[in-house]
């Protein structure tokens, strides 16, 4: 298996993971698809934002009759679009299960967002396990990919998923750790349509 594209302070390693890895059941309700490169991951979201996340919106759960996922929905403040336009404020829900840790108040993240109008991830009439958030679906964004959207910035460095919960997320194939957010942005924009 060739080794998966994590964006480093360095020279980027590129590849691409040939298989799903060990995620199984615990991938992300948002999206199966795995995206092997930034240009995958940008090209199949909607919008690419730097945000800060706010105050927790909504809160839903869903039982398998084992056990109960809490799923979150939280205000988020944009602080830049990358890619798209759009509010200011839009709504945002990372999902349940592995390698959905939720976010805390004030962490600042660049996501890659999928439209909950756009992208429907399941379809409720033939899916008796499809939940949507109880929020507005035209303000409310899933990360494309569940953990692979999803890149937390700490003193201006970008991190991604993999790096900080490998445990839960070795199918994620980009990755970041420690990236200067400028260049982060700047590869981002350099994708084209």
């Known amino acids: 298996m060739a080794a998966p594209w994590i964006l480093t302070r360095s020279a980027p390693l ?5 298989s799903h890895g ?12 795995i995206f092997p490169t930034l240009q995958d991951l940008t090209r199949n979201s909607t919008i690419v934002v730097v945000a800060t ?3 927790v919106a909504a809160t839903f759960n869903y039982t398998d009759g084992a056990h109960v996922d809490t799923f979150y929905v939280f205000n988020l403040s944009i ?6 336009t759009g509010r200011s404020t839009i709504l945002y829900s990372p999902g ?16 890659f967002l999928r439209s ?13 396990k499809c939940i949507y958030p109880p929020t ?7 990360a494309t990919g569940g953990s ?5 910035v700490q003193n201006g460095l970008v991190y991604g998923m993999k790096t900080l919960y490998p445990q839960w997320n070795d199918y994620v194939a980009v990755d970041a750790n420690g990236v200067p957010l400028s260049s982060f942005i700047a590869q981002i924009s350099a994708v084209s349509p």
């Open 14 to 18: 590129i590849g691409k993971q040939s």
């Open 22 to 33: 060990g995620a199984g059941s615990n991938l992300d309700t948002n999206s199966s698809a």
């Open 116 to 128: 909950l109008t756009r992208y429907q991830s399941c379809n409720p009439n033939y899916d008796s």
């Open 96 to 111: 349940a299960g592995g390698g959905s840790i939720p976010p805390v108040k004030g962490q600042e993240y660049v996501l």
């Open 148 to 152: 692979q959207g999803k890149f937390l």
């Open 79 to 84: 602080t830049n679009y990358v890619k798209g």
């Open 53 to 55: 996340i706010g105050d």
């Open 136 to 142: 507005p679906p035209e303000l409310t964004f899933i």
